[in-house]
């Protein structure tokens, strides 16, 4: 993402969409009543009589609702127009602007926050981690990105038994080619960044070093009990994805997450969890990692949802970790089923029953 545009003293910032994960940042960071400006076409009817068409212009709308399904290229933006070209008629009608990559829109806030800016201005490309897990069985292909894992294809080996040795080592062979030409078609379509192949076996060994001749990329290996889709699921909780994509909003989410189960049975005064005990606990500083699923942003009671905002504000304020996940996600779920938000924290609180 690039701001192109800066003028905080009026709350304007003029932005150009360069990535998919650039669409998921704008979905954290607007909220209802900004004001957005985008270029977007629009059916009116010059007179009458006259056929209806469509006609582009640039209109302002005053956001009501954003809608962003994970894995698509545009980012849908409901609102109440503005501004706009007068002999059409538009304002104070609804529309609906599409943002996509390579799109441009300003956006204009009375107030812009620290924490928004600092999204806005660092949502440069992501890291995308190309995910492999292999077997004799089968091989899972799967992609990592900041908007959560997004499986690709499952290649079945069809290998015979290994009395027929001769048509085994042809078959096998066949199998590792149609996995490495896969994950070559996916390393180009995704700009992918780096690869971890990981498996039971050697064939791990084996796919590394052709993918490594083929591409000028980082390929890491590791070690799973099991290949195909769920090899990938345990993959993900090992630590070469760490160390590869810890920058990644859902691996940090899951260590998180693994964090709070154990010290909500262990030492339940070190967490929080629900909108109003976390922000209880950013109230008093005592917050050191903070996860909240992304449908909380856009919750539409109006208090709850400026609580939610004032909680990442001083959760960011205090220094602490916040981590927002999508939250249709496996994470984002588990999430949920705590009020949305779950919280770390630094020091115990003697909340409720517990006060002295």
Not at 65 to 79: N, P, S, V, W
Not at 161 to 169: A, D, L, P, S
Not at 223 to 233: D, N
Request: hydrophobic share 40%; aromatic share 6%; net charge negative.
């Amino acid at each position: 993402m690039r701001v192109l545009e800066e003028d905080l003293r009026n709350g304007y910032l003029r932005i150009l969409v360069e990535d998919i994960d650039d669409l998921w940042i704008l979905f954290m960071v607007l909220r209802k009543g900004d004001i957005v400006y985008a270029r977007t076409s629009r059916e009116v009817k010059p007179g009458e009589g006259g056929s209806s068409r469509r006609i582009p212009m640039v209109l302002g709308l005053r956001v009501e609702a954003i809608e962003f399904q994970e894995f698509t290229e545009k980012l849908r933006i409901r609102g109440i127009v503005v501004e706009g070209p007068e002999e059409f008629g538009v304002k104070g009608h609804y529309h609906t602007i599409a943002i996509g990559v390579g799109d441009q829109l300003a956006i204009v806030r009375e107030a812009w926050s620290k924490h928004s800016l600092d999204l806005l201005k660092k949502g440069v490309r992501r890291r995308r981690i190309l995910l492999v897990s292999i077997d004799y069985d089968s091989a899972c292909i799967a992609v990592l990105t900041e908007q959560g894992v997004k499986y690709n294809s499952e290649i079945q080996s069809d290998l015979p038994g290994k009395m027929y040795r001769v048509e085994h080592e042809e078959i096998l062979d066949e199998y590792l080619g149609k996995v490495a030409s896969a994950l070559n078609n996916v390393i180009q379509q995704e700009e992918i960044d780096a690869v971890i192949i990981a498996g039971p076996g050697d064939l791990k060994n084996k796919l590394g070093e052709n993918i490594r001749r083929d591409n000028r990329k980082h390929v890491y290996l590791d070690t799973t009990s099991t290949g195909g889709c769920q090899g990938i699921s345990e993959l993900l909780g090992r630590d070469v994805v760490k160390q590869v994509v810890g920058d990644l909003s859902i691996v940090k989410a899951k260590e998180v997450v693994e964090e709070f189960k154990r010290l909500i049975i262990k030492d339940p005064q070190l967490v929080a969890y629900g909108v109003d005990d976390v922000y209880e606990a950013v109230v008093y500083a005592a917050v050191s990692r903070i996860v909240v699923a992304s449908d909380l942003l856009h919750e539409p009671d109006d208090e709850r949802r400026t609580r939610i905002y004032e909680i990442l504000e001083k959760a960011y304020e205090t220094g602490a970790e916040v981590v927002i996940v999508p939250g249709k996600s496996d994470v984002g779920l588990e999430v949920q089923g705590f009020g949305g938000v779950i919280a770390v924290l630094r020091y115990r609180l003697f909340r409720g029953e517990h006060s002295p």
